[in-house]
DNA sequence: GAAAAAATCCACTTTTTTAGTGTATTTTCA
DNA sequence: TGAAAATACACTAAAAAAGTGGATTTTTTC
């Protein structure tokens, strides 16, 4: 098989099994960060993106990078786009620019 | 001097030097991208950010690696959230979970 | 095995951000 | 000097994220 979709982690798991090693409860890590239990279980759950806000406050909570998580959420939203048909239609529908370097003979 | 507000490098930067390097007009450019022109032009002068989807197809049309320019994008807005007070001073008011493994001794 | 706490799920409204359009002005350069 | 390109920016529409509320399910613990 061609071309099978794969979604990468996203920092929501990351942020949950970080949470189950040091026995934190959900409840109280969200009220630590000052944002709703719902949210951050959808967020642990990969239903709501994480943003840079709250990676900041998952930092100072837990020492985990900011950068790092939301490298991860960079990289999910990438791999979903990818995902999407219309966009990859779009996207294959565009022209490239020839480079004018290489000479013909040399194909 | 303390704490120098600074801000990274905008993709809209790369690209436009990109243009310029390669002679292309930015009208041409966004038609060849399907863009309006306008919104090329802010994205180009760092007035708007650029978005997962267009990098993509400007990656098909110069080549240039969607995963780079969203990488710069994405440093970008975190240090534009690194200098908005507000959410820096809620992220200082998160308390730490404290590390249960050094000695008071150890200290 | 019942009660309590924690977690899950999801619908909904508000707020914020981005997409897209229109147009006026300024700059560049042939 | 005038035509094309670039810039600036206001505006509406669409999309995404924040935040709220509540109902159900799962897990823990007594």
Chains 1, 2 share one sequence.
Do not use: C, W
């Not at 099978?4 to 949470?19: M, N, S």
């Amino acid at each position: 098989m061609t071309s099978k979709k794969f979604t990468p982690t996203h920092p929501g798991e990351v942020i949950k099994d970080e949470l189950i090693a040091r026995g934190i409860s959900q409840k109280d890590f969200a009220g630590r960060i000052g944002i709703p239990y719902t949210m951050l279980n959808d967020i642990l759950n990969e239903r709501r993106p994480l943003t840079v806000p709250t990676a900041l406050y998952i930092e100072s909570a837990l020492g985990i990078s900011a950068d790092l998580l939301m490298g991860l959420q960079s990289d999910y939203t990438m791999q979903r786009t990818r995902n999407d048909k219309e966009i990859m239609r779009r996207m294959r529908s565009v022209q490239p620019y020839l480079s004018p370097v290489t000479p013909a003979r040399a194909l």
